[in-house]
């Protein structure tokens, strides 16, 4: 239902309770600001000039949801909104698809892709419902030809690596590649722990330079089984229902207050943090851990 823009609209939003209305709002105000006497900065937009603030609105919604601050997750939700709204006008403009293509490919997707809830196919456990969503979209690929023929396909390379990772295990596991219990999984672990113990001359160092039992041209070697152990970590965090991606950031935020503490406590005390030696430094940390920091 297409809503023009006036002066009464425009005043009353907040008077506004039909959801469908406000969205045809929404879009007349983009279709608005994209005009020739709109605004000259939205005028200015492309999908490529503005395909950043899509990533950075993502991740302050999520930051949001993490931290319970539903106040501004309804904010954060309403700018990644805008994003849609946004690419969206500009791929009308030259003719390649519009808001009302994109609302109707998401709603024909998630029928077709749910055929125990609008068809007659049963599926009793959530195990055989991603299992079924799987075998759908190796279908779609089959039948679309612009698309590759792998189930890790249209996973975003953007993606951080963590999260990448999860995603590739999360899909292989529901067409049952997967380890049988926790235990396996941490064993996985240590054992690529000791493939990089195997490429070290026991860590021995010569300066800040860590010997090698191959000389330097083993470096590859070593970045393949760090990316091994970090795999590894990923699936047993997947295997626990944890998210690896949170985990870190939580522990980078914690780096960060301890560290914050530590370069405070050295100013007020009138000490250089820079000339302390490690051992002082580490009784700084462990100072800011039993501040429970």
């Given at each position: 239902?297409?809503?023009?823009?006036?002066?009464?609209?425009?005043?009353?939003?907040?008077?506004?309770?039909?959801?469908?209305?406000?969205?045809?709002?929404?879009?007349?105000?983009?279709?608005?600001?994209?005009?020739?006497?709109?605004?000259?900065?939205?005028?200015?937009?492309?999908?490529?000039?503005?395909?950043?603030?899509?990533?950075?609105?993502?991740?302050?919604?999520?930051?949001?949801?993490?931290?319970?601050?539903?106040?501004?997750?309804?904010?954060?939700?309403?700018?990644?909104?805008?994003?849609?709204?946004?690419?969206?006008?500009?791929?009308?403009?030259?003719?390649?698809?519009?808001?009302?293509?994109?609302?109707?490919?998401?709603?024909?997707?998630?029928?077709?892709?749910?055929?125990?809830?609008?068809?007659?196919?049963?599926?009793?456990?959530?195990?055989?419902?991603?299992?079924?969503?799987?075998?759908?979209?190796?279908?779609?690929?089959?039948?679309?030809?612009?698309?590759?023929?792998?189930m890790f396909s249209n996973i975003p390379k953007i993606?951080?690596?963590?999260?990448?990772?999860?995603?590739?295990?999360?899909?292989?596991?529901?067409?049952?590649?997967?380890?049988?219990?926790?235990?396996?999984?941490?064993?996985?672990?240590?054992?690529?722990?000791?493939?990089?113990?195997?490429?070290?001359?026991?860590?021995?160092?010569?300066?800040?330079?860590?010997?090698?039992?191959?000389?330097?041209?083993?470096?590859?070697?070593?970045?393949?089984?760090?990316?091994?152990?970090?795999?590894?970590?990923?699936?047993?965090?997947?295997?626990?229902?944890?998210?690896?991606?949170?985990?870190?950031?939580?522990?980078?935020r914690k780096f960060i207050k301890r560290f914050d503490?530590?370069?405070?406590?050295?100013?007020?005390?009138?000490?250089?943090?820079?000339?302390?030696?490690?051992?002082?430094?580490?009784?700084?940390?462990?100072?800011?851990?039993?501040?429970?920091?």
């Open positions: 239902m297409k809503h023009e823009l006036s002066d009464y609209n425009l005043k009353k939003i907040d008077d506004i309770k039909d959801s469908s209305i406000l969205f045809s709002i929404l879009v007349s105000i983009m279709k608005k600001l994209r005009s020739l006497d709109g605004c000259t900065w939205d005028i200015e937009q492309n999908h490529e000039t503005i395909k950043r603030n899509l990533i950075e609105e993502t991740y302050e919604a999520v930051e949001c949801i993490e931290n319970s601050d539903f106040k501004g997750l309804k904010e954060e939700l309403g700018d990644l909104l805008l994003q849609v709204v946004f690419h969206s006008q500009i791929a009308s403009e030259s003719r390649k698809f519009d808001i009302s293509e994109v609302l109707k490919g998401i709603i024909n997707k998630l029928i077709r892709r749910h055929p125990h809830v609008f068809g007659s196919e049963v599926l009793k456990s959530s195990g055989e419902i991603l299992a079924n969503w799987e075998n759908i979209k190796k279908k779609e690929r089959k039948e679309n030809p612009q698309k590759q023929d792998s993606l951080p690596s963590l999260h990448y990772a999860y995603e590739i295990q999360n899909r292989a596991s529901r067409l049952g590649f997967d380890w049988d219990n926790l235990k396996e999984v941490f064993e996985k672990i240590k054992e690529e722990v000791d493939e990089i113990d195997r490429e070290i001359d026991g860590f021995k160092c010569d300066g800040k330079e860590i010997i090698l039992k191959n000389e330097v041209s083993n470096t590859g070697n070593i970045r393949d089984e760090i990316g091994d152990v970090l795999f590894s970590i990923v699936n047993f965090s997947r295997h626990l229902g944890i998210d690896c991606e949170q985990c870190l950031r939580q522990t980078c503490f530590m370069e405070k406590y050295a100013e007020e005390n009138n000490l250089d943090f820079k000339k302390l030696s490690l051992k002082e430094k580490d009784k700084l940390w462990e100072g800011a851990k039993k501040k429970g920091l």
